[in-house]
């Protein structure tokens, strides 16, 4: 059995396709498995070339494009490794990427999983700069509350991470954060302080054309993730054909906002105030975010009071004291 199996959920055929692959098989750790799962498109190995011949290439073939979810799902009920790495169809693992994470895998028996830097590249490859990224274990643990700490295809992790939290339906566009949300709360997370992994950011990307749905689906995992670290049951998850999502992602931010505010949240309610103006310039979502807060804030407790006006004001890094590698 391999010690490591890739996974890579692709649901097109995309110029980007086979250097992913090539990005894996070309590891310097070679005891790996690449776990291909098409989403429906029908591709051969054959259309892959000599890649397609790797006999560390495992095929799950779906007869049409179920959602990221369920692909992952499915690559992961057929992956075989002792760890699991993540990587999307159209990024880039750097040669020694799995060697350095399964070494502090090993090294760290507490780790539930390991990111590493990445970088950000364009549609030719070209580097543009640093991607955000949280390394330490806490600090990771606190920003999940508001998002992912590091890029999700820079992970890797212990088999029993992935088996324990599947991918959740409901959220198709941000199963990932869920998943590294709920990760968090379980086991300590921790990085390699090294660039292995290149994310290629362009239009085309699912982030850059379902914007509203994913801001929508973010928000709503932010409010699960304060009831359950709250010790709260996360009580019912919206079904996918009753959700209707806002006009603006601006818009997805107020609404919660005011949810927040009601369930209690009132640190998470100032801080989705903060990110609607953030997603919407104008002087009319300042007002309304203004608005928000003057009304939200004698509504705080105490001892919630200090958090919430640095959510609002500053944000949640210097909020939180947290500092980006």
Known sequence: MPVVSVLMVFHRDTPFLRPAIASVLGQTWRDLELVLVDNGTGLTAEALGEAGRDPRLRW????????????????????????????DHDDLALPARIERQV?????????????????TIDDAGRVLGPEFALLAPAAQKIYTQYAAPVVTPAYTGRREVFT??????????????????????????????????????????ATQVHAVAIEQSRAEIRLLTARRRAGRPEGEL???????????????????ARRCLEEGFGPLALYHARRAFALERSVGSGLRAVGFACRAFPRLRTGERGLGAKLFLQGPLRAHGLAPH
Do not use: K
């Open 103 to 119: 070494e502090l895998l090993r090294t760290d028996s507490r780790l539930g999983l390991v990111a590493s830097r990445a970088e």
């Open 164 to 205: 324990a939290l599947p991918y959740r339906e409901i959220f198709p566009l941000a199963a990932d954060f869920d998943f590294l949300a709920r990760a968090a709360e379980r086991w300590p997370m921790a990085g390699v302080d090294e660039v292995l992994l290149q994310y290629r950011r362009h239009s085309a990307q």
């Open 238 to 256: 919206p079904t996918a054909s009753g959700r209707t999502a806002p006009p603006t992602a601006a818009e997805c931010c107020r609404q919660m």
């Open 60 to 87: 799950v073939r779906l007869a049409r494009n179920e959602g990221i979810p369920r692909g992952h799902n499915a690559g992961m009920a057929a992956a075989r490794g002792e760890f699991i790495a993540l990587l």
